[in-house]
């Protein structure tokens, strides 16, 4: 039992039990030495709290089950989600006096624009909330008029875009805080996919889901449902088959690293999503940006998480992002290289690196937590070489004013 164990024997039993992470990984993730770590599971040193708190976090546990108090609870994420996008999410409806809905192609190629928008502009959050509540409200008022409509072609076409917005309108609230609203968009997507009766799109739909459930910390969960998703694609033939169910495989993928199940992602990643992304070559079905440029960064993002960084640094080297339609892609693949240089101390690429993101995405780093942390550590310990640069960049994204929101890919 290891209610009897003195703390540096529990640290032990629970980072060999949760993953069996090597005590170099767990200390480079702590911001500590390996031979601090060994020290404390020796029992040689006692941690302090804040050091306790940051070594349950990796090891996966909460800190009750390293010593007898009660876990911190986390703050929840600040809300930046335009009041104009909640307020028609949450039961704004046109007036009876409004005009025709717009026929189905024109809402189409709007949807397109909107999801373009969202995957390559800098500003996208900034654009998205200006474009966003005028075009839900018109599909949705056009899902209305063709549920009681005779023309079973718009009626289906006018689903499909609106499953196509509700993924996303998905992201685009969990990326502004509202989980709460992401959930809903969801629920909303698969149901206009299952009333178009579109098989790719239910897919998709089930795809939004489990990052919704990622973002809720819910990985059990969300592997749950990519993987009944994807077993649902039995026999993929066509190259958008073959991408969805990939697309599905990457959620299960990131739902076992964020379980710290290290080797189980990487052999899924291998056997699994790595064959349908060569079926499907690279492409945007269903917005999902599946392919082998993806399943490269997965396997990045599986180091990173397992604070392997030499070997993220590795996996790094073989990845060309010129390919990837979405800069939101492109953001996370230098964040992680980010991180994997932050794990091992060096200042001057870590810094290199945000500054690259910055002018990649300057809205997304000011709302990635990651990047954030990462700018708040570098600054307490930078040289005096970098320290303008830092200070510099840590006023334009506004760091001391307000927190970012939950990271996660897609």
Partial sequence: MTSELPVGARIRYWRRHNGNRSQAAIAGLCGITEDYLGQIERGRKAPSLDVLVALAREIGVPVSALLDHQAPTDEPAPQHTAPDVARVLMGYRATSHAPASPAPATLRERVEAAWRTWQTSQNRFTESARILPDLLTDVEHAVRTHRAGTDPVARRETLRTAADLYGLLRSYCRRTGRIDLSLLVADRALRAAEDADDPLRIAGAQWNLGHVLLAQDEPEGAEQVATLAAEQIKEPETPDEHAMAGALELVAVTAQARRRNWWAARRRLERRALPK???????????????????????????????????????????????????????????????????????????VHLLDLEQLAPEDVARSPLARQMLTDLRRRVRPTYRRQVEDLVDRIGLDEAPGLPDNPV
């Fill in 277 to 351: 992304a060569k079926a499907a070559g690279e492409g945007n079905v269903g917005w999902t940006v599946f392919g082998p440029t993806n399943v490269d960064l997965h396997a990045l993002s599986i180091e990173m998480l397992a604070g392997e960084a030499t070997e993220g640094l590795r996996c790094a080297d073989r990845v060309d992002i010129s390919c990837l339609p979405s800069l939101e892609r492109q953001f996370t693949f230098l964040l992680d290289i980010a991180r994997c240089y932050d794990l091992r101390k060096e200042d001057a690429a870590v810094l």
